[in-house]
């Protein structure tokens, strides 16, 4: 009886404060992550003082003592990091007045480009689960409730820590209305708010029309004939037309390498070749970019152009008016 009691008791121990150590919490040793947006670590109880050293880029002490900081954030620090695509290597050292009383260290990978996955020993990063999300309930909100999901802004109980993820030019519709869990699932299990289906069926519910579309076509290009329309839209916001995940010639020539090294279109007198980017494109008034000839999407004939265009001369009319 006695022992059981001890028990439970250690138990809730152990669950109202976990782990009391020194802890690079985000992103932790061995994971990889899609965004250089945060950098979270637990200092452990009484530090006072942290000093970061970011890939041989050290800081000065980090003062966490104020009585202000501690009503706020107790011993969280949480920085924005600006990490190198690829691995990345962060130290960190916790200080009790003046003096260094632990030290810790997370190796991890960056993936910048979706062309770039990591090494297979990097593990992806994942927040929603028990075991992990216990050490943000003293201040987050990690239980809400349907009501409180659906709340529109900052109240919304996803906005205290995923706000920024919005702060861009063109933000996508449910995301902006807050709509979290339209897509990812509140319920899912073990790890929580996973996509609720597979990207084409999921955009499908709403772009009907266009996901439509894609499939009465005669050639549909390769990564939306698999239905991966994350590898080039993000869901949420993004600074590019469409929410694409960077500029549309960066975009192709991640898994396009090389096509704007080489001759592409004509082969001039010069031996120079067709511009790609840089000039007026006179069909819309806009930049010149892949997407002015190839349709990121579909095609009727092969190399998508855009349009519907199935040839080659007919796509040069496009432009080049006789
Ligand atoms: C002691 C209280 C406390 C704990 C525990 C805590 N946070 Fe926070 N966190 C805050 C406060 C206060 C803010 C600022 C809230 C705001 O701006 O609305 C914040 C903001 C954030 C932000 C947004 C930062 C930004 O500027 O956009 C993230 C991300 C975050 N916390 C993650 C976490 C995670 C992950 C955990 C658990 C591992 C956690 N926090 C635990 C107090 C805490
Ligand atoms: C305590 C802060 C905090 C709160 C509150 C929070 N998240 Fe997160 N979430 C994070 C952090 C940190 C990550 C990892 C970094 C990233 O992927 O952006 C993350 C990652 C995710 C991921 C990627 C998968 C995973 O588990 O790593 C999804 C999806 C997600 N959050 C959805 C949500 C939704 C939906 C809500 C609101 C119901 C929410 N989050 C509330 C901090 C938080
Ligand atoms: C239109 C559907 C949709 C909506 C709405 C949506 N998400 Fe997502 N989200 C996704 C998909 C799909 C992924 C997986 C992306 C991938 O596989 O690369 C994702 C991934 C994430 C991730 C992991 C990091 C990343 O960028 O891949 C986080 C964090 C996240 N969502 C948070 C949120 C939050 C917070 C909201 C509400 C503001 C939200 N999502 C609204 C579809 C959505
Ligand atoms: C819950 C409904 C919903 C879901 C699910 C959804 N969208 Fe959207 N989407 C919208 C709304 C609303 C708009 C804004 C209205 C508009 O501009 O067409 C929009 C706009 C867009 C735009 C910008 C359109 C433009 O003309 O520039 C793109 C791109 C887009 N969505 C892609 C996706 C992708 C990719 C998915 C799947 C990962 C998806 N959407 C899932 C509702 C949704
Ligand atoms: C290879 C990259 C790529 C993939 C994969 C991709 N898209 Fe796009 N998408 C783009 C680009 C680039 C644009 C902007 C086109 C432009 O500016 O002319 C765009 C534009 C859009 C638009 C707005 C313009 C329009 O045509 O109505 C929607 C909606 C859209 N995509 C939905 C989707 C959906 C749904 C999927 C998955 C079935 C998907 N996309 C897969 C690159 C992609
Ligand atoms: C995620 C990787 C990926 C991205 C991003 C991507 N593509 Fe592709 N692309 C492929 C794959 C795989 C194929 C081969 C399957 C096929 O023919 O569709 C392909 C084929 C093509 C072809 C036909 C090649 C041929 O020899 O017939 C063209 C043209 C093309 N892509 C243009 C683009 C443009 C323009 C963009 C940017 C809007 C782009 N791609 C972005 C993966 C990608
Ligand atoms: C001025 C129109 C135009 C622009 C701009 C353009 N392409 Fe093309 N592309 C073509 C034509 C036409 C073909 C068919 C092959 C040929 O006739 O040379 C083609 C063929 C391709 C192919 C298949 C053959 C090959 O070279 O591998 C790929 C992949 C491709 N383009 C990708 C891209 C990418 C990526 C960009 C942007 C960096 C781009 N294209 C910009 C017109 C264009
Ligand atoms: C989307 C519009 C567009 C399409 C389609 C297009 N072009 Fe062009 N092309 C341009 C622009 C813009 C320039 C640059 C004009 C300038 O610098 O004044 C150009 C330049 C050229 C040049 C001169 C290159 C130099 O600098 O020496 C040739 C030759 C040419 N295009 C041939 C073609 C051929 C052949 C096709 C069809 C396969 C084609 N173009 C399709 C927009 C286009």
Sequence with gaps: MIKRLTLIIVLTFILASPAVALNIFYPADGTYVVHSDFLIIKAGD???????????????????????????????LIVQPNWDAGKNTVKVEAYKGGKKTSEAQAEFFFQDNIADPPPSDYKRFIMHKPEQEVFCTGCHNMNPTPVQLETVGAENPCASCHKRMLEHKNVHGPAGAWQCVYCHDAKSSPVRYAPRKKDAKLCAECHEDIVGR????????????VGMCSVCHDSHASDNLSQILRKANELCLSCHEGVDKTIHVISGFSGGTHPLDGVEDPSTGGNLTCVSCHDPHVGEARYYFRDGITSRMLLCQRCHKK
């Design 46 to 76: 009484g530090v006072d003082g942290l000093t970061l050293d970011i890939g041989g880029d050290k800081s000065d002490l980090l003062d966490i003592s104020s009585a202000e900081y501690k009503a706020a954030f107790a011993d969280f």
């Design 214 to 225: 894609f499939g009465a076509a005669k050639r549909v290009h390769g990564p939306v004939e």
